[in-house]
């Protein structure tokens, strides 16, 4: 694990010295936007046409942050418009690798050994993480953005003259709600999770733990009378959602030590997570393997004999009850 410092590679672990033992995410530095005609997104000043092959995309299949992209490529059906490789579950001294192994790719345009030969080709000077997932211009040989949640609404749009445009997971009438149970659930959820696993001190721990399993009592609470967590519409905030659900019970529960109760004691979150599970396209995009393998392989610090614990059991397939509520749009 590293980072990159004026184009060099420095192998260093998360530094929360500075902040009470707290794990503060660092800000994506790529934030250009694909558009439908090309023209730069309000405030940006390059602008990046969405034509069908010409982008091409580096995830991580234990990532929950790439996994929401995956998921979007899938629902919108970007699979022949934007290529994909899909790096190495074991993130160690190098960061994140090209070994092309357990159903790892390998880098297809390039065949870099490390992805941080991408940000370097990208700007040699480069300082800061190296993440997925990347989009990539192939055109351009550059990187267009590392933020998911802005990569998300360009594959939700930008791509519909040749996706499926009749999906739309950012509806105009309920972009308010979804910002603001984006704005919730990210901090003490999506990133809740991380905070409890990579705090250095118990009270920055705690802080974490309590904010989490408050938030997660109040959305158990929410889809008690709805099926989503806008109403009867699947939106963008349940997949943002459901990548942090998936990886729970198998890994945040004892890896993350967020254990005050599972995914499988909420009933209402359990049968949401199944649903969703469900939904065409998206179990494809769940690799167990990379996920289990990758945390407790990768984070030595907290886990250093990288012993991969062999359950919990889960059936996603099983049956599940969400369907008494009214049918999604
Ligand atoms: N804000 C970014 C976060 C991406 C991110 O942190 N990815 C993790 C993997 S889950 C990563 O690549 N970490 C490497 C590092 O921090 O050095 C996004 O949502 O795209």
New binding site residues.
């Given amino acids: ?1 590293g ?1 990159l410092v004026d184009g060099k590679w420095v192998d260093q672990w998360y530094d929360t010295k500075q902040s009470g033992g707290r794990f503060m ?1 660092s800000q ?1 530095q790529w934030r250009d936007w694909i558009t439908a005609d090309g023209k730069p997104a309000p405030g940006r000043t390059r602008g990046f046409k969405a034509e069908p092959g010409r982008y091409h995309f580096y995830v ?1 299949l ?5 996994h929401r992209t995956l998921i979007f490529r899938e629902l919108k059906k970007l699979q022949n418009l934007i290529s994909v490789s899909v790096v190495h579950h074991y ?1 160690g001294e190098n ?2 690798t090209f070994l092309a192994e357990d159903g790892a790719t390998g880098d297809d345009l390039y065949g870099f050994d490390y992805l941080h030969q991408i940000y370097t080709k990208a700007d040699p000077s480069y300082s800061g ?5 990347v989009l990539w211009d192939k055109k351009e040989q550059t990187i267009v953005s ?4 802005e990569i998300i609404r360009m594959f939700n749009s930008a791509f519909d003259e040749w996706g499926d445009a009749s999906v739309d997971l950012y509806p105009k009438a309920l972009r308010g709600e979804i910002d603001a149970l984006n704005d919730m659930i990210y901090p003490a959820i999506n990133n809740g999770v991380y905070r409890a696993g990579f705090a250095t001190t118990q009270a920055a721990y705690e802080e974490a733990f309590s904010e989490l399993f408050s938030m997660l009592d109040k959305l158990e609470d929410r889809l008690s009378s709805q099926r989503y967590l806008t109403g009867d519409r699947l939106t963008e905030a349940d997949w943002r959602l459901f990548t942090t659900l998936v990886r729970f019970d198998p890994v945040y529960v004892g890896h993350f030590k967020c254990n005050l109760r599972r995914i499988a004691d909420y009933p209402n979150l359990s049968n949401y997570l199944r649903d969703l599970y469900q939904v065409p396209g998206v179990a494809g995009t769940v690799n167990m393997l990379h996920i289990k393998s990758h945390y407790y392989g990768s984070h030595t610090t907290i886990n250093p004999t990288r012993i991969v614990p062999v359950g919990p059991q889960i059936d996603h397939d099983l049956p599940h009850n969400r369907d008494r509520f009214r049918k999604a749009a």
Avoid at 62 to 66: F, G, I, K, L, S
Avoid at 129 to 133: A, H, K
């Fill in positions: 694990m980072l995410r994506s991580s234990a990532c929950p942050w790439a993130m960061g994140w993480r190296v993440t997925v997932p590392n933020e998911s949640a």
